[in-house]
């Protein structure tokens, strides 16, 4: 093999593990939504998911890494960010960050909220993308009178957040089932080989009922939620998915700002490296072949 494939073969590996999605783990009975990578290139989406960030999130959640300023990349002005989005700050080029005290978070959230620059890298797994994480728990909200906020959250469960978009959502209820094989005092008043099903549900007001069976034969173990229809809403089940997911790619948007832009480069780059690569090897063969 020449210098010439070398270096391709070379380009060809560092290309393939740039573009490898880091992996970690995740831990949840709730299975991943797949969030709608297309609003990611849609400046609208971006646009409304950063005012719903800025008046639902930002009172709570900083996102010190990212500047106001960058939202000119999505289509916004100076003065378009500061007359709507420039809450907590006086210049566009300053980071989103919070007048909360770590204190009063603590006091009042038993810890201080997580910032959310770079959260959607941080909460990407095995079985998604952070983006999938982040539209899926924005959606997976139902009552619970048992905690202390009155809400929980089938995806990240006994969550210290409460439900801050209920007012657009509405309230739901839940039924969980737990199925898992008899044990104990279950076991001896059962056929062998039984399974018990335990169900826990939640209705639209949080209040909590349990019930029990058994169940003879094999059945697959595991958790399920299964969440009911929200009720009550400012906007329509449709029309909060849209929302979410507005939000979400705003959220992505944030831990990699330039990720659009190095996208639509890399293709340009591609494309040269190919024209380079057929260049020089028909330079390499032209050369070669009076001494061969």
């Not at 990240?156 to 209920?166: D, E, I, K, R, S």
């Amino acid at each position: 093999m020449n210098i010439f494939m070398r270096l391709a073969a070379r380009l060809a590996f560092g290309a393939l593990v740039l573009t490898q999605t880091p992996v970690h783990a995740a831990g949840s009975d709730f299975p991943l939504d797949r969030f709608p990578t297309s609003k990611l290139t849609e400046q609208a989406a971006l646009q409304e998911g950063a005012k719903l960030f800025v008046n639902y999130c930002l009172g709570c959640h900083s996102a010190q890494y990212m500047r106001y300023n960058r939202l000119r990349d999505i289509g916004l002005t100076d003065d378009q960010i500061k007359r709507n989005l420039l809450f907590s700050a006086e210049k566009v080029g300053e980071g989103m960050k919070i007048a909360m005290r770590v204190e009063d978070a603590k006091s009042w959230f038993g810890g201080q909220p997580p910032d959310l620059s770079v959260i959607a890298r941080a909460r990407s797994s095995h079985e998604g993308t952070g983006s999938d994480w982040i539209y899926t728990y924005l959606r997976a909200y139902y009552r619970d009178s048992t905690r202390p906020t009155g809400w929980n959250n089938a995806l990240f469960h006994n969550v210290g957040m409460p439900n801050v978009l209920w007012e657009l959502q509405g309230s739901r209820g839940v039924v969980i089932e737990d199925v898992h094989a008899a044990k104990g005092e279950a076991a001896k008043n059962a056929p062998k080989g039984s399974f018990v099903k335990a169900s826990v549900s939640f209705d639209e007001a949080g209040l909590r009922s349990e019930a029990k069976e058994t169940l003879a034969g094999p059945a697959k173990e595991g958790k399920q939620y299964m969440l009911g229809k929200p009720q009550g809403g400012n906007l329509s089940p449709a029309q909060f998915d849209d929302a979410m997911a507005n939000l979400t790619a705003y959220i992505t948007y944030m831990s990699d700002p330039s990720a659009i832009e190095r996208k639509r480069l890399g293709v340009w780059v591609m494309l040269y490296l190919c024209g380079f690569f057929v260049l020089a090897w028909w330079l390499n063969k032209t050369y070669w072949k009076d001494i061969k």
